[in-house]
């Protein structure tokens, strides 16, 4: 993904099926690289399976935290 502008973006409810969305979410920018501000570190990240939860256990794995990510499964009523 470049830094070009994004168009416009909506879904109809949410959560949103994020391998639905068009463009699809950025998480991390290929070019970031970690500096190890988290080396030896331990994370515990609740609701990292989409969004912001997804983009932070991302960001901290390439920091270099040993992460665990926990998630809720969504049941649709």
Same mark, same amino acid.
């Given at each position: 993904?470049? +830094?070009? =502008?994004? *168009? *416009?973006? /909506?879904? =109809? &409810?949410?959560? !949103? +099926?994020? /391998? %639905?969305?068009? *463009?699809?979410?950025? #998480?991390?920018?290929?070019? #970031?690289? !970690? @500096?190890? &501000? $988290? $080396?030896?570190?331990? %994370?515990?990240?609740? !609701? !990292? +399976?989409?969004?912001?939860?997804? @983009?932070? @256990?991302?960001? #901290? @794995?390439?920091?270099? %935290? +040993?992460?665990?990510?926990? /998630? $809720? &499964?969504?049941?649709?009523?």
């Amino acid at each position: 993904m470049s +830094d070009q =502008q994004q *168009p *416009p973006q /909506h879904q =109809q &409810k949410q959560p !949103g +099926d994020e /391998h %639905a969305m068009r *463009p699809e979410p950025e #998480y991390i920018r290929d070019s #970031y690289r !970690g @500096a190890e &501000k $988290l $080396l030896d570190k331990v %994370a515990i990240i609740t !609701g !990292g +399976d989409s969004g912001i939860g997804r @983009a932070i @256990a991302v960001h #901290y @794995a390439r920091e270099g %935290a +040993d992460s665990v990510i926990v /998630h $809720l &499964k969504e049941v649709n009523c």
